[in-house]
Nanobody, 116 residues
């Protein structure tokens, strides 16, 4: 299973960040998979953003929930993160990963910088 993040590397403050994760080698509707977004700001630890499950159930970090949405396109085998009203504090490397039966499959990560 391989995952690939895509999206803009630079976003202006107050805009909406949109990142897409394309999954190869497994269907995003395959049983029991959780498809997750996580980020790492510079000099800080990993921060969980949220996930969408194989059945479409969503769960978000309560500190980000008001600005976060995750959706999926099963025809393209992709899931997408939208983070609205971004600020420079949202600058981070963003990762997507899939988990099933305790095994994680990670994307390589994509740098997103919020700056005017």
């Amino acid at each position: 299973v391989q995952l690939q993040e895509s999206g803009p590397g630079l976003v202006k403050p107050s805009q909406t960040l949109t990142l897409t994760c394309t999954v190869f080698g497994e269907s995003i509707t395959a049983d029991y998979y959780y498809w997750t977004w996580i980020r790492q700001p510079p000099g800080k630890g990993l921060e969980w953003i949220g996930y969408i499950t194989y059945s479409g159930t969503l769960h978000f970090n309560p500190f980000l929930e008001s600005r976060t949405s995750i959706s999926r396109d099963t025809s393209k085998n992709q899931f997408t993160l939208k983070l609205s009203a971004v600020t420079p504090e949202d600058t981070a490397v963003y990762y997507c990963y899939g988990r099933e039966a305790g095994v994680d499959y990670w994307g390589q990560g994509t740098q997103v910088t919020v700056s005017s």
